[in-house]
């Protein structure tokens, strides 16, 4: 069985040269509390551990308290005191009580503060990146990719005094930085009990070992920077690839850091670290293998459905298929993969791709967070919603949250181009936008989904589904209208725009038994600016300031000569000619130019009159190149040279 699989692995080649540290914020949500008591909080079910650490921020007694986080009945993530009396994110709040009756359970709306919150932390962060390659997602997970500073820092490493080793953050100021000791890696390590790496052994993992040993220290010292200037505690990461950096942090959790050592490429009769890693986890927790993937291929090893979880969770599974089951099941790989997940609107190459992750290999880079989204959701989930009227309902404040969004994501401060809305989400929703805020982008297309539960079954029982459909139309021109209310604004999108897709969807009248609805703002496109990262250039800036720059040039006609402004010695006929025609200046009455209130003389042109009687001549083209006697003016000679100079 073994080799089958490295059969079906020779193909697959591994890029251990980039460092990436993942970072992800412990208990985010509860570091925001106290602020207002009781004020109801919105959190999403796909968010672990998200709020926490937020309101714990606000009320430092609250870190010692078992909080938890309410949506409709459930919880959706509690705090690690809670966890550690038994409360678990997804669990029914009835329930929770009863396991935990001095939790403290908060209701949960608005999400602005923590939008916030994950910015300030992200912008502080991506500051150490040398490249600029770093990558919010969610809210609580940051991926860095810290490559050229740990090469960089590896080329300055003294190797005869590794445990006085200095860290610089950069390459002008050879100050700033902090010191280590680089005889041992930061944090913890995975395997836990290994025995050493004699890096002169083998030089590719001793490089390999060195780099990840620096960036070590690098997520040490960022992370205690973290904490210190941003009062946020975090879990973290470090191997060369998203995809193992994001699953060795969660070994130590929280506010622990973890390293996966060397090797990474499997030795001869032996297997790497990584696949010894990767292959206690279920196949449906590698990030990148999506829920219907993975149960696609838990099907096929168990050649039969795996079971589900009878519960409120969707997607959950009684089974557990490990990645190394699926590693190792007889003759898979791409070919058996493209079978089960291949076909009609898949992504291309889907089969090559999951293989790839699960033997560890994810070439995926760390890309930079764009200042805008690529399209901005809003979703609630309901036990049965089948009455228009309650549709209407839910419609209009599913679009109040949509179009406040839309407001502060995608626009700014009319005077500060780069300055997004920060903590105005109660102020947009009741009062409008202020007229002096313009937009850095805007959405083209609006989208509704929606997903109806099948009907029930002759047993009585109904089959699980998360399909969905939708309907999408133009955005309509209202929303970027900044002078009127969300409200008003509300009203007429779900009564012209909303109401008429949501009949397209569902043209019966009543028993739709939707269980989600969502909006979509989507298609956005950057706006021109100012700035050089918008589409186009803003240059309505440009004829405001028209006047005032070339007020010191601008030509006024005058009945008069301007008093003062020519030479005492300047011959009386020349005056004399000025005065009679101060717009009208020739070769033989020009002697003298105005400009910023001095005289200024220039020279009389020294051009033969003639160049203006020929009609075949062009002016400026001074030069003919001797090679093809092609005419061009003086400033084209150097390049026109290159282009002979050319291999034929």
Known sequence: MLAMAAFATKALKRDDRRLIIHFDYDCFVSLLQDIFTFIRYFTLGCLIMLYAAVFEKEDPKLRYMPLAVQQKQIIVTCNYEARRQGLHKLQRVTEARKTCPNAVIVLGEDLTRFRNASKENYDFLKRFAWSGRAERLGFDEVFIDVTDMVDYNLEMLNPHSLQSSFFHLSRNDPTLGFGFDCSNIAGHVVPENHTGIDTAMDQDIGSLYMRLLLGSHLAQHLRHQLEEHQGYSSTVGISTSKLISKLIGNVNKPKGQTTLLPPYTAPDNGESNIASFLDEHDIGKIPGIGFKSAQKIRDHVLARPAAFDNGLV???????????????????????????????????????????????????????????????SIEDSYIRLD?????????????????????????????????????????????????????????????????????????????????????????????????????????????????????????????????????????????????????????????????????????????????????????????????NEPLVATKETFGAVVANGKDEAIQETQENDNIWESDDEVPGLNYTCTMCGLAMPDFAITAHERFHDLPD
């Open 314 to 376: 969707y997607g959950g599974t009684k089974e557990n298929v490990k990645v190394r089951d699926v590693r190792l099941f007889p003759f898979m790989g791409v070919e058996v993969l493209e079978k089960l997940l291949g076909g009609s609107g898949s992504p291309k190459d889907i089969a090559r791709r999951v293989w790839s992750l699960i033997n560890g290999i994810d070439t995926s880079e760390v890309g930079r967070t764009r200042e805008v989204p690529q399209q901005i």
């Open 387 to 579: 009455a228009m009227a309650e549709v209407e309902r839910e419609l209009k404040l599913l679009s109040r949250s949509l179009l406040t969004r839309i407001r502060i994501d995608l626009s700014c401060m009319e005077d500060h181009d780069d300055v997004p809305v920060e903590d105005e989400g109660t102020e947009l929703a009741t009062n409008g936008t202020p007229s002096s805020r313009q937009w850095l982008a805007y959405p083209k297309t609006l989208r509704l989904t929606t997903r109806p539960r099948p009907a029930l079954n002759s047993d009585g029982t109904r089959s699980r589904t998360f399909n969905r459909i939708s309907r999408s139309c133009d955005m309509p021109s209202l929303v970027l209208n900044l002078s009127d209310s969300i409200e008003d604004q509300s009203e007429v999108l779900v009564r012209e725009t909303l109401i008429p897709l949501f009949q397209k969807l569902h043209p019966e009248k009543s028993e739709w038994d939707l269980s989600l609805m969502n909006l979509c703002a989507a298609s956005i496109s950057l706006t021109a600016r100012s700035s050089r990262d918008g589409a186009g250039r803003d240059i309505s800036k440009m004829f405001k300031m028209q006047e005032r720059v070339l007020k010191d040039w601008k030509v006024e006609e005058r009945d008069a000569a301007p008093v003062n402004i020519y030479s005492a010695d300047l011959d009386e006929g020349l005056l004399e000619a000025v005065e």
